[in-house]
């Protein structure tokens, strides 16, 4: 399996991450391989449970709308 993260230019500034989350969550990708959509809790979990340090000036917060 090969995994890529996106770099800051690409990441944000190009788009890349938002068009890979709204990709990876919105409910008309359901059929692809890729929907995370029914994963979202066990997501949510893993990013709350991060302990990012002190530089970080966000902290991981739920993807889940409440």
């Known amino acids: ?3 890529l993260v996106p770099e800051y230019m ?3 500034l190009l788009g890349t991450t938002k068009k890979l989350l709204s990709l990876w969550f919105q409910k008309s990708f ?3 391989i890729f929907y995370l959509g029914k994963h979202v ?3 949510d979990r893993r990013l709350l449970g991060m302990k990012p340090t002190d530089q970080m000036s ?3 917060r739920k993807i889940e709308k409440t």
């Open 1 to 3: 399996m090969t995994a």
């Open 10 to 12: 690409h990441g944000v």
């Open 30 to 32: 359901s059929k692809e």
């Open 41 to 43: 809790a066990e997501i």
């Open 58 to 60: 966000r902290l991981p």
